[in-house]
């Protein structure tokens, strides 16, 4: 495969000691992400009429706020994409309160589908993120890619085979490719070491948590943490896969 661009981001994901190569291929993604849109991609036309429509979704102003290094960039992607919000809705939201019922006037329920119709708006517009859309397309490549090199690259193969584990979104997103692109026999070996690696998982963090309560118990008190003392974490980002947010300490 030429693709190299993709193929050796690939393969050093699956050498790294991780907890799920596909987080590690997601965070490397966001960084370049986020580094973009506080970068001079700011000062281009083309990216502001989408970030003035878009904003950022609430995690990634999180993450766009903890990047102290162009503080002017997003004061000034904040300042258009607040005059392109405040154009969008203000006037409806204020036609949105109904009159009230008098004598002469009856009630209606007209005012319930636009209160509605506008806060679906609102809400489509908090969930819009062009770093969660080019992330999506990147980590939605990277699949495609490890299924191409499981079915023709045998060193791969053996690498994916002995994983020790993938979060349980980025195991959705492996089946889901799997089953678009891997032929039946392929499918086979691949379905069964996802199967075994997350049969794995669930048996040693269920061990861990449950461990995790027993040491509240007086008695165990001076019985060792063993690999307990981060098996929330372990078990958040698991579910959840790694947003970076779950880290201990
Ligand atoms: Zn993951
Ligand atoms: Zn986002």
Redesign the pocket.
Known sequence: MKETIYTIPVNDAYNSECECPLCVLRKKAEDNEIEYYLGPSLMEPDTRIITNKTG?????MAKLNKQVTNRLGLALVMHTHLLDYDKDITEDLSNAAPAKAGLLKGRSNDYKAACRSLADRIDARTAT?????K?NKTIERYNEVIMHMFSHDAAFKEKFMSTKSHCLPHTASLLRTAANKLSQNDAADFISALAQSNKNCFAELEHDVEWFTQKFDYRNKEASWGNSKNAIQRSMRFLSSDTGEFNEG
């Open positions: 950022f979704c609430p995690d990634h993120c062009p770093v969660c859309e992330m």
